[in-house]
């Protein structure tokens, strides 16, 4: 190979985003939830997944009224959670990189994307 394949910084920061998301969506998908239940549902989602490396934030908001509305359609109280229901932001900081990654419903898919890619010295360089 004639060209450095090492990732860079900003590309290592992105693959721990990536990373966060897969773990938050995969350990969470299916679990029960009620509109009652999702507070503590969310919270748990933020908690978990920030105590991974890197994660400096992570918030969870669930869309209540579609959770309400899947419920009220339901002949149990309580629905399977999907990304339908979530929004969700994580802030990476690796190294001088900040990352944030939000995952919002689009055209009725759960779309995880980069949201920006930052350069954050601290050291005034």
């Known amino acids: 190979m004639g060209t450095d394949a090492t990732p860079t910084d900003a590309e ?8 966060k998301f897969g773990s938050l969506y995969h350990q969470f998908a299916g679990a029960p939830i009620s509109p009652d239940s999702a507070p503590s549902l969310a919270r748990a989602m933020e908690e978990s997944i920030e105590n991974q490396p890197h994660c400096t ?4 908001d669930v869309d209540t009224e579609a959770l309400a ?3 009220a359609s339901s002949s149990a ?8 229901f979530l929004e969700v932001e994580i802030v ?13 419903m689009e055209d009725g898919y ?3 994307r980069l949201a920006s890619v930052r350069d954050v010295r601290r050291d005034g360089a």
Request: hydrophobic share 45%; net charge negative.
């Open 12 to 19: 290592a920061a992105c693959f721990e985003a990536g990373i």
């Open 57 to 60: 934030a992570v918030t969870v």
């Open 69 to 71: 509305s899947a419920v």
């Open 77 to 84: 109280d309580y629905t399977e959670l999907t990304g339908r």
């Open 92 to 104: 990476i900081d690796y190294e001088d990189r900040e990352v944030v990654a939000r995952m919002e």
């Open 110 to 112: 759960p779309l995880m």
